[in-house]
Nanobody, 115 residues
């Protein structure tokens, strides 16, 4: 069974940076893919960065150029570097692991950006 635990959220001012991380445990295959999503109250969870089958990472237009997703497979860790944060980036951020035919989710980490 795969478990994901996010950390690294917090409260920052607009223009600052955060780097949430996602620690995975269990059996992780090298061909698994990682994605990051975010969700605000009353809204659906939306993706912000997703790893393709070829290993490239696609970004939502709203975060392109500001967010960078990365992964350290040797440590079963994934990261989301978020720069130049804006108030509209305020949300709970979730990492997701897509492996075989299963999708695993972490518990989320709150990111709050003040003006």
């Amino acid at each position: 069974q795969v478990q994901l635990v996010e950390s690294g959220g917090g409260l920052v001012q607009a223009g600052e940076s955060l780097r949430p991380s996602c620690a995975a445990s269990g059996t992780i295959f090298s061909n698994s893919r990682v994605a990051w999503y975010r969700q605000t109250p009353g809204q659906q969870r939306v993706w912000v960065a997703i790893q393709t089958g070829g290993g490239a990472i696609n970004y939502a237009d709203s975060v392109k150029g500001r967010f960078t997703a990365s992964r350290d497979i040797s440590k079963n860790m994934a990261f989301l570097q978020m720069n130049n944060l804006r108030p509209e980036d305020t949300a709970v951020y979730y990492c997701s692991l897509i492996q075989e035919d299963s999708v695993y989710w972490g518990q989320g980490t709150q990111v709050t950006v003040s003006t």
